[in-house]
């Protein structure tokens, strides 16, 4: 059984960071796809950041240049550094790993960015 676990939201203001964790059990990271999607509240859920398991990556065009995602494989966790936060980066952010099994999701986080 596959187990995302999120950790590291919370409240900050803008232009500052944060960083996401996402530790996994049941699944190894480094042979899957995986990254993170947000939801904000009214808005449908976006993809954010992924990861593939060659460590090739790939953003949403808001946050490239900001946020950084990467990989930890001996603690099979995958972090999502997120640095100039914006207003409009507050949602409610979810692990995800995609494998040939099918895709897998964390409870989620909220992250909330205001002064």
């Known amino acids: 059984q596959v187990q995302l676990v999120e950790s590291g939201g919370g409240l900050v203001q803008p232009g500052g960071s944060l960083r996401l964790s996402c530790a996994a059990s049941g699944i190894i990271f480094s042979r899957a796809v995986a990254g993170w999607y947000r939801q904000a509240p009214g808005k449908q859920r976006e993809l954010v950041a992924a990861i593939f398991s060659e460590d090739s990556t790939n953003y949403a065009d808001s946050v490239r240049g900001r946020f950084t995602i990467s990989r930890d494989n001996a603690k099979n966790t995958v972090y999502l550094q997120m640095n100039s936060l914006k207003p409009e980066d507050t949602a409610v952010y979810y692990c995800?790993?995609?494998?040939?099994?099918?895709?897998?999701w964390g409870q989620g986080t909220q992250v909330t960015v205001s002064s």
């Open positions: 995800y790993a995609l494998q040939t099994a099918g895709t897998s």
